[in-house]
């Protein structure tokens, strides 16, 4: 399975963006979907993750109340919601998915840019 993270692009402070995370292949299903960003310099850091089942989610503290993750009915797309942007969010942002609770998170597909300008 691959995922793909779309929706980035470049936005003024305060702005807005959604971005996407689509699963290709048949029978796609995971215990949980997350969503890291890396910004310029720094490491790869955890932004938010929301659960197949039940649909609960987790948020970095940085992005509390501003992104909100979201999924689809089947669980096949997932989405992040991101408002008021300020330039600290400026990173690539990926998505992924763990199989279960002990395992690591996985089908890393290729990020989407976020760029906010002040």
């Known amino acids: 399975v691959q995922l793909q993270a779309s929706g980035g692009g470049s936005v003024q402070a305060g702005g807005s963006l959604r971005l996407s995370c689509a699963a290709s292949g048949r029978n796609f299903s995971y215990y949980k979907m997350g969503w890291f960003r890396r910004a310029p310099g720094k490491e790869r850091a955890f932004v938010a993750a929301?659960?197949?089942?039940?649909?609960?989610?987790e948020y970095a503290d940085a992005v509390k109340g501003r992104f909100t993750v979201s999924r689809d009915y089947f669980g096949k797309t997932g989405y992040l919601q991101m408002n008021s942007l300020n330039p600290e969010d400026t990173a690539v942002y990926y998505c992924?998915?763990?199989?279960?609770?002990?395992?690591?998170?996985?089908?890393w597909g290729q990020g989407t840019l976020v760029t906010v300008s002040s």
């Open positions: 929301i659960f197949y089942r039940g649909g609960d989610t």
């Open positions: 992924a998915v763990k199989k279960s609770l002990s395992t690591p998170y996985m089908n």
